[in-house]
């Protein structure tokens, strides 16, 4: 990918963040920070300006890792409980009358735990995943990744915590068709600032995780539908995620290209040691995860629900 095609690239998905980091130098451990998280409310519980580098304001290059440090806004979570959503609304106004969606909504995700979330079309499925997501911000209510609070989080912060902690697929691929499958695999690492040689290497490792790597130099139009949701699951993962959520991630697909990657979702969920939030109708695959919960009502209910209620495969 070209300078120039990285730059527009970037600037279709946004501007890298600054957040604060974290990392080890020759000078030992040292904190560097971003004049714009200090907007952010409970920042200043890092005081990361403290160990400022006032010479250049940039993190240690030299750090072997770099991660962002975010607002402890709660007291320490149980570390049993990666996501955790408490009295979550979101209503939405239609005319002169309120459309509620959910209210006072509660969720819990364990560590590690593959949970599906089924039920009828319109039930708010997709609406909870995309506050989960951090997606949209709920009417009321809060979420937690363990002990941070995203629902308080600044836009920008908010924008940066998803790109480093969260993995998204979607029932649609939204591969950007004017590049390949290298080059949309690479754009999370992109938009982070990752040097371009190292974010291409890791988007190949990705892309020969899920059997593509052959594929690299193809745009999204030459690739079958299978192929395009194989390499959605690359680029959700190349940023070495926390939390993956999926929304009918095998809603366009026939039914054996459905179980191909179906399966290879429960590999990676293994293997990457994930904490995977599903959203399907398709009951074959939701009992294969360690819960289902059914939302009907805009209430989350616990226990696997009857044929009746949702369609064995769906596409929405």
Not at 35 to 62: I, L
Not at 136 to 146: H, L, N, V
Not at 259 to 268: A, G, H, T, V, W
Not at 271 to 289: E, I, K, Q, W
Request: proline share 6%; net charge positive.
């Amino acid at each position: 990918m070209s300078g120039r095609t990285t730059r527009r690239a970037i600037t279709q998905f946004g501007r890298p963040l600054q957040p604060c980091f974290y990392g080890k130098s020759r000078r030992g451990s040292r904190l560097v920070s971003s004049p714009r998280a200090a907007s952010v409310p409970g920042y200043a519980d890092f005081d990361c300006s403290k160990t400022e580098d006032r010479h250049n304001h940039q993190p240690p290059t030299t750090a072997r890792k770099a991660r962002p440090c975010y607002p402890n806004t709660m007291p320490p979570a149980s570390s049993e409980l990666a996501l955790r959503a408490e009295k979550l609304s979101k209503i939405y106004r239609s005319g002169d009358a309120d459309l509620v969606i959910f209210d006072s909504l509660d969720l819990e995700v364990h560590r590690g735990e593959m949970l599906a979330l089924v039920g009828e079309s319109g039930a708010g499925k997709s609406t909870l995943l995309h506050l989960l997501g951090g997606l949209d911000r709920p009417t009321s209510g809060t979420i937690y990744y363990g002990s941070i609070d995203i629902s308080r989080l600044a836009d920008s912060e908010l924008a940066n915590f998803r790109n480093r902690e969260i993995g998204f697929v979607w029932q649609i691929h939204y591969l950007l068709p004017e590049f390949t499958a290298l080059e949309n695999v690479m754009m999370p690492l992109l938009i982070r600032g990752v040097p371009h040689g190292k974010a291409a290497s890791d988007s190949r490792a990705r892309l020969d995780e899920v059997g593509l790597q052959a594929r690299a130099t193809h745009r999204a139009g030459e690739l079958s539908g299978g192929e395009q949701q194989r390499i959605v699951l690359a680029r959700a993962l190349v940023g070495e995620p926390s939390v993956l959520l999926a929304d009918e991630p095998t809603g366009n697909l026939d039914f054996r290209t459905a179980e191909m990657i179906f399966d290879l979702l429960e590999r990676l969920h293994r293997s990457h040691t994930l904490t995977s939030v599903f959203v399907t109708h398709n009951l074959t695959f939701a009992r294969r995860c360690d819960r289902i919960l059914m939302m009907e009502g805009g209430a989350l209910l616990t226990g696997s629900p009857g044929p009746g209620n949702v369609h064995p495969r769906g596409d929405g």
